[in-house]
């Protein structure tokens, strides 16, 4: 089968990586503000008001029903908000205004490079790069049939200007969810060699479990040092003024 001139493959990728924000491995930060578990879950229950996954979870959201979510398997939490969590003004690469996708790798350093490159860009509008972030692997199994890019790597939805190249991508997502597939195989934009899949669907992404973690640091310029795998007791130190900064990649 072929959508749009572009080959379908039935894939299975045993493990593949996704870098999460270790903020989001944590306690909640709502923690320090109780005394007690029941205060704790309380205002849990009054935050997941405002949770789009929780949200998502309980009765579905514009464009991703509940029913297409993952429930009692391990980080379904983690699964359920990279699809819950879209960003309205900005769509990424296969992913539209409505909708996430599950953004990984075949390797970290290909995750390192993506993400490295789109904090860099949001460090340049802030006009100073300094930062310092930590993000955990997140490894998963995936198969099923996948739109395959890698035999064309100059397809207009792999261009470098998000501008041109991201609603192609978001009209290929589409096709490819409408047909049935799992996701899109794609080299990656950002790290020479590497290739990318974007799970267009929560189900595709199975045995969720966490890896090492690495460190990116900014010290006044755009390109960031690279620390890792940290030790348990590095990776455990808290941050100095660590920055609010997205955890994936368009």
Known sequence: M???GIPTVTEAFPKTVRLVSTARLRDSVLKPLVDSDDELALLSQIEG???????????GITGLAARELVYDVPHARFINASFAYAKPREPN??????????????????????????????????????????????????????????????HPALGADKAASYPVGNTLALQARAAGLNGIIYPSVRHRGGTCIAALRPAAVQSVRQ????????????????????????????????????????
């Open 2 to 4: 072929l959508i749009d």
């Open 49 to 59: 008001a405002t949770s789009a996954r929780l949200t998502a979870e309980d009765r």
């Open 93 to 154: 690469r296969f992913n539209g205004s409505d909708r996430g996708a599950w953004y990984a790798a075949l390797d970290v350093a290909t995750c390192l490079a993506e993400v490295g490159f789109h904090l860099t860009q949001m460090l340049a509008d802030t006009g100073a790069f300094f930062a310092t972030v930590d993000y955990a692997e997140m490894f998963a199994s995936m198969s099923g049939e996948f739109l395959d890019l890698r035999p064309v790597p100059d």
């Open 211 to 250: 890896g090492d973690v690495y460190r990116l640091r900014w010290q006044g310029h755009p390109t960031p040092a690279i620390d890792g795998p940290l030790t348990a007791a590095d990776a455990a130190q808290p941050l100095q003024n660590p920055p609010a900064l997205a955890s994936t990649w368009p």
